[in-house]
């Protein structure tokens, strides 16, 4: 059994499907918020963001 999750934007969730099915086999709800708000009053969380530790600039 393979299960692929995927991001659902528009739905504001993500997906799993099982097989390669079209049919949801579960889906989990997020809430989009702009910017890192509960973050900056809770550095102790700071450990769950992503860091690029890239030297390129553009």
């Known amino acids: 059994m393979a299960v692929t999750v995927t991001d659902a ?7 799993a499907r099982v097989d390669g099915s079209d049919a949801v086999a579960g889906f989990t709800q997020y809430i989009r918020t702009h910017g890192r708000g509960y973050i900056a009053r809770h550095p102790e969380y700071q450990d769950l963001l992503h860091q690029s530790t890239s030297k390129v600039s553009d």
């Open 9 to 15: 934007p528009g739905a504001d969730r993500y997906e």
